[in-house]
Nanobody, 129 residues
Framework: QVQVVESGGGLVQAGGSLRLSCAAS????????MGWFRQAPGKDREFVAA????????SYASSVKGRFTISRDNAKNTVYLQMNSLKPEDTAVYYC??????????????????????WGQGTQVTVSS
């Protein structure tokens, strides 16, 4: 079992920045792929960004590419999402997810929510115009 806890959400003006953090425990963190997803009111949860177990590979949704950066510190068992140039449409609850199934190989479709085994409770990000 993996416990996932997000932090760092808040209220920011359009054009501003926030950094979300996600701490994972319960399994060897360096064997987990980590991802960020978000869900706006009345909308489905959607993929934002993901990073593989070593940090050598990242993936982004087109809507955030060039503005958001995902990174990880395996010594601290933490993954980060640096969000710059925030827009009101980025307002959502942001969720962190973890999965260890693909550490030994295989193709992980990060955007497929059903493939992620562990989820946090979410942190609210509100961007005012």
């Amino acid at each position: 079992q993996v416990q996932v806890v997000e932090s760092g959400g808040g209220l920011v003006q359009a054009g501003g920045s926030l950094r979300l953090s996600c701490a994972a425990s319960g399994r060897t963190f360096s064997r987990l792929a980590m991802g960020w997803f978000r869900q706006a009111p009345g909308k489905d949860r959607e993929f934002v960004a993901a990073i593989n177990w070593s940090g050598s590979s990242t993936s982004y949704a087109s809507s955030v590419k060039g503005r958001f950066t995902i990174s990880r510190d395996n010594a601290k068992n933490t993954v980060y999402l640096q969000m710059n140039s925030l827009k009101p449409e980025d307002t959502a609850v942001y969720y962190c997810a973890a999965d260890g199934k693909y550490y030994s190989g295989g193709t992980f479709n990060y955007a497929d929510l059903s493939l992620w085994d562990y989820w946090g409770q979410g942190t609210q990000v509100t961007v005012s115009s």
